[in-house]
């Protein structure tokens, strides 16, 4: 059942054109065919999902797992982690999964949420205005990586000394939280070198002595910040033990930073693209949530995901095996025409029935959208409206080595001249 291809080894896994550096800057076309064979199975068993309506079914079917190391293809694909880089709630199922999910929830509901705006919008106004006097400034690192930097530390009460060498550590466990997708996407560890493999446990060991230092503190003297939270934090009389608070910690700390960074960047670029709608937003800031949730599904923060099957179950008409790993291409079901007219096309005020799949469905929906959005929609209506006379610099662009949080690197915005 199911359209198949010839797979025959990791060299020519139609998922490894997207390992291509050339390809980084827009992916949307290796997208587009993958979803137009979608469901698609390769001759080793892989299944790879393109199209919004299997996505988003995927992603809410049961019988498949995240945890996809569970997976008899992985088994010696990668050494056991004496470090807890891959014991992440991201990467959970049931009975933890569910336990720590509503355990971490409670800090991230949308009327919590809302108490941010202002002191979101107080960091938005001081980086506006120190780059408006300035004739270019890069969206990243000024911007978009400070707002995301600024808001994390300020939700976990993070000394604003320790930044620069947070900021170091998040890089780290960016790259490696694309580990499980991508070894389940290839079979394979090749794509990371041995001292990258390396890197990420060492990094890990050291943000798990950070935040474990942090617990013993606020223990002593609680706060009001998330990591005083999630101490104090009771389900059915049961807590987070100090390892899995400083586990939920470390995952929140880098897909907080990373995710929004690459949302607002990704959005100013857009808007340069666009200037009718950054136009549109100019002229009506009320647009701004649904600007937002168009550039997440224009250009979603995070590309690909992976699902292991821990049953007999389909996808589609296709029949899939206990044990395959189902990889999900999130951006090219997002580009669906069927679920969003003029998919190729971003339209500011779009409006649609549809769900966008930046942030998953399911049980493993972010728990963080919601802060997420808040910190983009401030960010971008105070980029349309106080830096009016400044664009994006196409030639500056330079991507991350990620594939599955695909977002830049570097890009400078210029004063027009």
């Known amino acids: 059942m199911g359209k198949s291809v010839a797979i025959a080894n990791f060299q020519t896994n139609p998922l490894h054109a997207l390992l291509d550096p050339q390809v ?6 290796i997208h587009a065919e993958l979803r ?17 309506r299997n996505c988003f079914a995927a992603m809410r079917n049961p019988a498949l797992g995240s945890d996809t190391l569970k997976s008899p293809w992985l088994k010696d694909v990668l050494p056991p982690a004496e470090t807890p880089v891959l014991d992440s709630i991201f990467f959970m199922d049931p009975p933890d ?11 991230f509901t949308p009327r919590i949420t809302a108490r941010y705006e202002p ?3 107080g960091i938005v106004d001081g980086l506006i205005s120190e780059v408006a006097d300035r004739d270019s ?3 990243v690192r000024d911007y978009a990586n400070r707002l995301s930097m600024g808001v994390i530390c300020e939700l976990m009460d993070l000394p604003p000394g320790d930044v620069p060498t947070l900021k ?11 580990l499980p997708t991508l070894v ?6 090749e794509m990371f070198s041995a001292e ?14 950070y935040f474990a230092d942090l617990i013993h503190k606020r223990r002593k003297k609680p706060g009001e910040d998330l990591i005083s939270s999630l101490i104090r934090t009771e389900e059915e009389g049961h807590s987070l033990a100090r390892h899995e608070v400083t586990n939920v910690l470390l995952n929140l700390f880098a897909a907080a930073h990373e995710s929004v960074t690459n949302l607002i960047s990704s959005g100013m670029v857009i808007l340069s693209r666009y200037p009718d709608q950054l136009s549109l937003l100019r002229d009506d800031p009320s647009i701004a949530p649904l600007l937002v949730e168009e550039v997440l599904r224009y250009d979603a923060p995070v590309h690909v995901t992976a699902r292991v099957a821990l049953s007999s179950t389909h996808i589609g008409d296709m029949d899939v095996e206990p044990g395959t790993i189902v990889i999900l291409l999130l951006a090219a079901g997002n580009r669906d025409e069927a679920e969003f007219p003029q998919a190729d096309r971003f339209q500011g005020d779009r409006r649609t029935k549809g769900i966008g799949l930046a942030f998953g469905a399911g049980p493993h929906f972010c728990l963080g959208a919601s802060l997420a959005k808040l910190e983009a929609e401030i960010a971008l209506k105070a980029y349309a409206e106080r830096l009016t006379d400044f664009t994006v610099d196409e030639d500056s662009m330079v991507y991350r080595p990620h594939v599955v949080a695909r977002g830049l690197q570097s890009v400078t915005v210029r004063r027009r001249p």
């Open 137 to 139: 400034f890069d969206g």
């Open 196 to 209: 990258q493999l390396t890197g990420f446990d060492r990094t890990s060991m050291a943000i798990h002595a």
């Open 36 to 52: 137009e064979s979608s469901p698609l199975r390769v001759d080793d068993g892989l299944v790879i999902v393109g199209d919004y």
């Open 119 to 121: 002191w979101i919008q």
């Open 97 to 107: 999964h569910p336990r720590k999910r509503r355990l971490i929830s409670k800090a």
């Open 168 to 178: 170091e550590w998040s890089d780290q466990l960016a790259l490696a939280t694309e």
């Open 24 to 29: 980084r800057p827009d992916p949307y076309g």
């Open 184 to 189: 389940a996407a290839f079979r394979s560890s």
